[in-house]
T-cell receptor, first 112, second 114 residues
Framework: ETGVTQSPTHLIKTRGQQVTLRCSSQ?????VSWYQQALGQGPQFIFQYYREEENGRGNFPPRFSGLQFPNYSSELNVNALELDDSALYLC???????????FGPGTRLLVL | GNSVTQMEGPVTLSEEAFLTINCTYTATGYPSLFWYVQYPGEGLQLLLK?????DKGSNKGFEATYRKETTSFHLEKGSVQVSDSAVYFCALSETIQGAQKLVFGQGTRLTINP
């Protein structure tokens, strides 16, 4: 069974740029959630995708957007990067409904 | 909204000591509760969970009991090892707009000295 994978592992961008982060869900999982973890903090929910649709969103602005593909993999896109976007971005996969979420290793983004 | 509060760290113990990390929550209804662990430079790993009141989750010597009356889910281990050094997160699940999301505490950094 393949776990959740994310790419890239690290990324450095400058303010105003755009970034795309990728996630492959665990085998058989059809739901993907994205979280932002600032340094020294707990993860904060960004949004969740199920059946290629966003079905729930946390308190993040529209410049955070996503996609889910037919194979359940997902992308997180962030436009107009700000310094405060520097964080570890975590992807978690699960089955639909109130099921346990399993996390990938994360992508560490640094915005200069 | 729902929230999770963990005891502040860092926590430093000697090997074989008894561990307790306190976690309390505020929620409407009875959410599922989780402990996740994050080793340096890694993502989160599920440590244990409990889905209803009085359930006890356990894994790798760690235990936590879902206490509805005190809205708590404290993490315990009888004898810690150096390899248990990590950051521990308590979390609850809630539904938002049809999505199941996790609400995390701020994390507790644990260091075990040999």
């Amino acid at each position: 069974e393949t776990g959740v994978t994310q790419s890239p592992t690290h990324l450095i961008k400058t303010r105003g740029q755009q970034v795309t982060l990728r996630c492959s869900s665990q085998s058989g999982h059809n739901t993907v959630s994205w979280y932002q973890q600032a340094l020294g903090q707990g993860p904060q929910f960004i949004f969740q995708y199920y059946r290629e649709e966003e079905n729930g969103r946390g308190n993040f602005p529209p410049r955070f957007s996503g996609l889910q593909f037919p194979n359940y993999s997902s992308e997180l896109n962030v436009n107009a990067l700000e310094l405060d976007d520097s964080a570890l971005y975590l992807c978690a996969s699960s089955l639909e409904g109130p099921k346990t979420q399993y996390f990938g290793p994360g992508t560490r983004l640094l915005v200069l | 909204g729902n929230s999770v509060t963990q005891m502040e760290g860092p926590v430093t113990l000697s090997e074989e000591a008894f561990l307790t990390i306190n976690c309390t929550y505020t929620a409407t209804g009875y959410p599922s509760l989780f402990w996740y662990v994050q080793y340096p430079g890694e993502g989160l790993q599920l440590l244990l969970k409990a889905t209803k009141a009085d359930d006890k989750g356990s894994n790798k010597g760690f235990e936590a009991t879902y206490r509805k009356e005190t809205t708590s889910f404290h993490l315990e281990k009888g004898s810690v090892q150096v390899s248990d050094s990590a950051v521990y997160f308590c979390a609850l699940s809630e539904t938002i707009q049809g999505a199941q999301k996790l609400v995390f505490g701020q994390g507790t950094r644990l260091t075990i000295n040999p």
